[in-house]
């Protein structure tokens, strides 16, 4: 899983380039890891992906 540190929003472009790995790599799923938060463009497209997991903020342990 990739980790992305932001203080904001994760945008669509960070989903957009999982989503892209994913297919280069033929991943059945992915996960996109963040101590921030997913924003609703973001979701919308997951879900119509339906291959992509969010970890966000206080649900990602940052040990």
């Known amino acids: 899983m ?5 203080s904001k929003i994760v ?7 999982r989503a892209g790995v994913m297919d ?3 991943a059945a799923k992915g996960v ?3 101590t921030s938060w997913v924003g609703k463009a ?10 992509i997991e969010f970890v966000e ?4 342990n940052t040990c």
């Not at 990739?2 to 932001?6: D, F, G, K, N, T």
């Not at 945008?11 to 380039?17: F, K």
């Open 2 to 6: 990739a980790r992305l540190c932001y």
């Open 24 to 26: 280069h790599k033929w």
């Open 57 to 60: 903020g206080r649900n990602l």
């Open 42 to 51: 973001s979701r919308d497209f997951a879900a119509a992906n339906g291959r």
């Open 32 to 34: 996109l890891g963040t």
């Open 11 to 17: 945008g669509l472009e960070a989903v957009h380039a």
